[in-house]
């Protein structure tokens, strides 16, 4: 009896490990280009394109083969890409020029470049505005651009260091990760409405919304959470674990499944029952340095760039070691549950 308690224990476990949701690691499409850092990663789901950022460019690919679609090239320290499809518009962060890159989503060729706040990161759309947004790190502030004509709109004084936004209803959420601050700003005035303490956690980076019930889902770096959130009052309602080194978020809303794409090789995945009620649906075993993500609507995948390194002890006493990433590692892992 003793052992059968054991094996069903040991077999429980390593269901949550590789998924009790049903998803698992399905693929891997191979990256080309230099060897070099990489951040976020994007879907064009209607064009089934993914627009992968590294090194100094960005790797664009067929989702649902891994075919390498072309380039969008001269994007230094580029984080990310986002796509206006109303206008066939495309927009890149270049993080070491403090521009933007707007380009042809047909051609991928350089229409012109954006002259942004210092340090732009995280990038998205909103299409009630019809304005892209930029979180720019060095400048603590975040940049609207009119997606139609690649004009800067305004500032929103963010006054910190925005992650992962979401569109909300007339707003948007932003995770300010030096202020442990969930910023809440209006698209059209660029006006501050609201700025929510987080409290539970720090270092907020991944962010996901449930437009429904109204709930913000926090992935939190310092003592690794899920902090569900009102998104109408700012409340806490509770936190949950996930891996360590989370960077992006995903909210599946048909089937309620809130993802965590985690630095440590774990895709953690919550089940959310009702507004204030949450279960664990077992956390993914991806690969170490796969931080970012992005969800499919449409095949619902999810899509997590990902490299291997080598670490060279440090020539000081008690130094870090320096990271190489190896030639030829870079992959986009395809998570899916068939």
Do not use: W
């Not at 230099?34 to 664009?60: C, K, W």
């Not at 340090?119 to 505005?129: A, F, L, M, R, V």
């Not at 939190?220 to 891996?243: E, F, H, L, Q, W």
């Not at 089940?271 to 992005?294: F, N, P, W």
């Amino acid at each position: 009896m003793f052992i059968k308690i054991v094996l069903a224990t040991v077999f429980l476990g390593t269901l949550l490990l590789q998924g009790g949701s049903g998803y698992k690691v399905t693929g891997r499409y191979p990256v080309g280009g230099p060897v070099g850092g990489f951040d976020y990663i994007a879907i064009d789901s209607s064009a089934r394109r993914l627009y992968v950022s590294h090194a100094t460019q960005v790797e664009v690919l067929d989702a649902d083969s891994g075919k390498p679609v072309g380039t969008i090239a001269d994007t230094p320290g580029v984080h990310g890409a986002v796509i206006a499809s109303a206008f066939k518009h495309g927009f890149t962060s270049n993080g070491r020029e403090n521009k933007v890159s707007m380009f042809d989503p047909s051609t991928l060729q350089l229409i012109k470049k954006v002259d942004v706040g210092k340090g732009p990161d995280g990038i998205y759309y909103d299409p009630e505005s019809k304005r892209v947004f930029t979180n720019n790190h060095g400048s603590h502030d975040i940049t609207a651009i009119d997606a139609k004509t690649g004009e800067v709109a305004g500032t929103v004084q963010a006054k910190g260091d925005g992650e992962q936004a979401v569109i909300g209803d007339d707003v948007i959420y932003v995770n300010l990760e030096d202020t442990a601050e969930v910023l809440v700003f209006d698209p059209k005035s660029l006006e501050v409405k609201n700025r929510f303490p987080i409290g539970v956690a720090k270092t907020p980076t991944g962010l996901a919304y449930d437009a429904k019930t109204k709930r913000l889902f926090i992935g939190c770096r310092n003592a690794p959470k899920m902090v569900v959130m009102d998104a109408i009052t700012g409340k806490v309602i509770n936190s949950y674990p996930i891996g360590a080194g989370v960077d992006y978020a995903g909210f599946d809303p048909d089937a309620k499944l809130i993802f965590f794409s985690c630095g440590d090789g774990t895709l953690s995945i919550y089940r959310e029952k009702s507004a204030d009620v949450y279960e664990d649906a077992g956390a993914v075993k991806t690969q170490t340095s796969a931080k970012t993500m992005a969800f499919d609507p449409k095949t619902r995948k999810v899509f997590l760039p990902a490299a291997e390194y080598t670490e060279t002890p440090s020539a000081q006493p008690g130094g870090r070691p320096t990271r190489t990433q190896k030639p030829g590692s870079f992959v986009v892992l395809v998570v899916s549950k068939s």
